[in-house]
């Protein structure tokens, strides 16, 4: 085969090329207006919901390493796992077998938040663990009383004992979901870089107006925060000028790479920030921490 052209292996971006539509990367004209301001600074304590009905967009990685990167700036952070898929709770190294009480009888057995409350191996990182129980609570709760409200309630009773509560919401729009909204002061949502970035935003911002109406007048988008940004895929770069475009400085500035170190941490049931400090992942969500958290102030009393 002398002179024939050497093959050049082919690169996922030139995949992407390929089969990406040349239409806008995202749909936004389908979606209603974004509130494109920042967000106030935080009066702490705060419960912040971490909250995206679209599933695998970095939810439960931006809770657990947040949460841990925000205790390590000195902040006193309880973490609530509300999916029955647990990943919060496991990794942060809670052996879910062990787990005697968790959310689960928080929501339904009037068990106290803080009895169910684990310590992790970060100094101020605290964790009310959820395990696969929790999946009858989205109909065990349905004909319970101020359903809705059951974990603001329990939050209400610990909340001088934090700097931040944070929710890790599960992928859908259930009873579960609506509690961690209803107690929420807060919702963040991260956004994946990639195509569909966007899809079920709009079905998330109808039930956000939809709790502000009914249950939490005062929640507020405080952010959204990009994850999983691959360098190597021109697609992503595009997905971030259009989400930037479409919410403002509503979106970080920092943006959360795509990183096998992340990936791999919860496995060891830590945070990236213990796992693997110095890591871009570590530094990433340090960042993330700064920009959150900056210029919070306690309220006094
Ligand atoms: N920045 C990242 N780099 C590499 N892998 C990541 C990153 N963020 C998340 N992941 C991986 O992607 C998968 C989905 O992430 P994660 O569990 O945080 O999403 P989620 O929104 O909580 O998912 P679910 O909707 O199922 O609760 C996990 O395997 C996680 O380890
Ligand atoms: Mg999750």
């Known amino acids: 085969m002398a002179g024939a052209p050497a093959e050049e292996p082919i690169g996922e971006a030139d995949l992407e090329d390929a089969v990406a539509p040349a239409a806008p990367a995202l749909e936004t004209d389908k979606l209603p207006d974004a509130p494109d301001r920042p967000a106030p600074p935080m009066v702490l304590p705060r419960v912040v919901a971490i909250a995206n009905q679209k599933g695998g967009v970095g939810k439960t990685t931006t809770t657990v390493n947040l949460g841990a990167a925000l205790a390590e700036l000195g902040f006193r952070v309880l973490i609530v796992d509300l999916d029955p898929q647990g990943n919060a709770s496991s990794g942060l190294g809670i052996v879910s077998r062990d787990v005697e009480r968790s959310v689960y009888d928080v929501l339904l057995a009037d068990v106290p938040l803080e009895d169910v409350v684990e310590s992790t191996s970060l100094k101020n990182l605290f964790v009310a663990p959820a395990t696969i129980d ?107 000028a259009e989400v930037r475009d479409y919410f403002g400085e509503k979106v970080y500035e920092t943006v959360i790479p795509r990183t096998v170190r992340l990936s791999e941490a919860p496995s060891h049931g830590q945070s990236i920030i213990t796992f693997d400090s110095t890591s871009r992942g570590a530094q990433a969500y340090r960042d993330l921490a700064k920009e959150v958290s900056r210029g919070a102030t306690r309220q006094p009393g």
Not at 197 to 219: D, F, K, M, S, Y
């Open 134 to 240: 929790l999946a009858g609570a989205e109909i065990e709760l349905v004909p319970a009383m101020s359903r809705e409200m059951r974990l603001r309630r329990a939050i209400d009773a610990v909340r001088p004992d934090y700097d931040l509560v944070i929710i890790d919401c599960p992928p859908s729009l259930g009873l579960l979901t609506v509690n961690g909204l209803a107690a929420a002061d807060d919702v963040i949502v991260p956004v994946q870089c990639e195509y569909y970035a966007l899809e079920g935003v709009a079905a998330l911002w109808r039930n956000i107006g939809l709790i502000q109406t009914n249950l939490n007048p005062g929640l507020d988008l405080r952010g959204i925060v990009l994850t999983m940004y691959d360098a190597r895929t021109k697609l992503a770069d595009r997905v971030i």
